[in-house]
């Protein structure tokens, strides 16, 4: 009766995951067809979050388990989807380079899916490095920020030195107790200079109180922070506002990204899906805003030197392209950890 009872639990979670992977699927192929639809229309934030699935597909369709029959008609929907979204991004990035060419070179390192590493292997947030105390507002400077980036990318002269550190960029980028934002803005820094290869992040940094503090310490730092603002946040409510929303998403992207399998929750992934907007496939859709937009996008169409907002843009039919990018980001990081963790106790299925 005991091995009956193992088996039994073991085809039910195969059931459950199946499903699971169907509906993370189903989810993608939308948010595919809107970009396929806009994609001349994506802001860089939005084009970076869909580089980032890609990645991540990528990654998954490598890992996917030959087990059964369902599963690797799975991975035949997952082949279709990337080879889809491959000519889609092709599109959007030809349209940031002809929409802004200055902006698009100064982040161009980041306009390919082989930028973005996938994690090889899992870790978890640590209560116990949650801060204290929290800044109310952000405390970084967005100009600054991607100044700070373009150092380490080598994009800020042409043919300039990558992995230059000042120390502005490692004091903004090291600060303890901030909040939103800023938070996730720190993590993608440290990421990024990860993934550049750049080994001097913290070079230069004499604080007595950080000598054994490593690039890792701080991802650590960051995503135990960030998890407990996503605690706080659906404690309040997202229905507060899209930031929130927003800010919930970018978490579970980044931190994902950075290989904290803990943000792979299950019920935090099926909020995700009820964000999606079941028409368009977009996230953060406000519909209130489609005819105000539609003024606005002809205003700017006769401002020939327009600069198109990296963090924001809403698109013709209200949909948020940061928070769709950041969106299905984040859904390709589940699929991903379902399909590399082989470890089932580790999987958010239940």
Not at 38 to 44: A, D, E, F, K, T
Request: charged fraction near 20%.
């Amino acid at each position: 009766m005991a091995a009956w009872g193992l088996l039994l639990s073991a085809v039910l979670g195969l059931v459950v995951r199946g499903e699971v992977i169907d509906d993370v699927l189903n989810s993608l192929t939308r948010g595919v067809d809107f970009l396929e639809r806009q994609h001349s229309q994506i802001n860089l934030d939005g084009v970076v979050g869909f580089l980032m699935m890609q990645a991540e597909l990528k990654a998954a369709v490598q890992s996917w388990p030959h087990s059964d029959p369902v599963s690797w008609a799975q991975r035949g929907r997952a082949v279709v989807l990337v080879r889809r979204l491959e000519l889609s991004l092709e599109r959007a990035v030809a349209a940031l380079k002809q929409n802004d060419l200055d902006y698009y070179r100064e982040f161009e390192p980041l306009m390919s899916w082989r930028f973005w590493q996938v994690p090889g292997s899992w870790i978890s947030t640590d209560p116990s490095l949650v801060y204290s105390s929290t800044l109310s507002s952000e405390c970084y400077d967005e100009n600054l920020s991607d100044k700070c980036l373009t150092l380490l990318l080598g994009t800020w002269k042409q043919n300039g030195t990558p992995c230059i550190v000042t120390k502005q960029c490692r004091d903004m980028m090291t600060r303890f107790g901030c909040p939103f934002y800023s938070l996730s803005h720190q993590l993608l820094y440290f990421m990024i200079g990860h993934m550049k290869g750049c080994s001097n992040l913290l070079k230069g940094d004499s604080r007595a109180s950080r000598v054994n503090m490593t690039d890792q310490s701080y991802q650590s730092i960051f995503c135990s922070n960030m998890m407990k603002t996503n605690q706080d946040l659906l404690t309040l409510g997202l229905e507060l506002g899209a930031m929130n929303t927003d800010i919930f998403l970018e978490n579970i992207l980044v931190c994902g990204l950075a290989g904290f399998s803990d943000f792979y929750k299950s019920d935090w992934l099926q909020h995700i899906l009820r964000l999606q907007d079941v028409e368009v496939g977009c996230f953060g859709r406000d519909r209130n805003v489609v005819s105000e937009r539609i003024g606005e996008e002809l205003l700017q169409q006769l401002q020939p030197h327009h600069r198109v907002k990296r963090r924001e843009k809403v698109l013709l039919d209200g949909c948020s392209s940061h928070m769709t990018g950041v969106a299905v980001g984040a859904l390709g990081g589940y699929l991903n950890f379902y399909l590399a963790e082989q470890d089932i106790t580790k999987r958010p299925l239940s």
